[in-house]
């Protein structure tokens, strides 16, 4: 192992319109959490992302909006998305210097160019250096350790 494995982690991302999956190369699954984030319409601040945004659902005041960013594995609301992974990040995070060197991203085959770098972005701007995408189907494959190389 390497000293700078410590500050810097790699991780594995599954933005799904359901749930968001993130999974650490030395703990496993550490998020598996609903895809919703809650927003003060009036601030446009973020109150809440994952299980406290969904339970927030239907019982907020008016002015407070829960929303699933994402719509089919495409991100419809990119700023709203961009938070919610940089929250769930966040929260795995150990330390203040740890960060996220490599992210490999599962998202539908079905993507348009822009909508695959719309999610790259994302992933970027929440902290992952270097996000490398991937098809869902080759992610489901590798999971399952069957053989890709083939």
């Known amino acids: 192992m390497k000293i700078f494995d410590h500050f810097f982690k790699d991780v594995g991302i599954d933005l799904g319109p359901a749930n968001s999956l993130i999974y650490l190369k030395s703990r496993g699954i550490v998020v598996n959490e609903p895809s919703f984030a809650a927003i003060n319409t009036k601030t446009n601040q ?6 406290e945004a969904k339970k927030m659902s239907n019982r907020t005041p008016g002015h407070i909006s829960v929303i699933r960013p994402l719509v089919s ?15 769930f990040l966040k929260r795995v995070s150990q330390g203040p ?3 996220f060197r490599r992210g490999i991203l599962a998202i539908p085959d079905n993507l348009t160019e822009v909508e695959r770098k719309s999610v790259e972005d994302a992933v970027m701007g929440a902290g992952v250096f270097e996000p490398y995408i991937i ?6 494959a590798l999971g399952a350790r069957l053989p890709v190389d083939e």
């Open 46 to 51: 973020i109150l809440a992302v994952g299980d």
């Open 135 to 140: 098809d869902e189907p080759l992610a489901a």
């Open 97 to 99: 210097i740890s960060s």
């Open 73 to 87: 594995g495409v991100i419809s609301d990119f700023e709203m998305t961009q938070e919610m992974l940089r929250q």
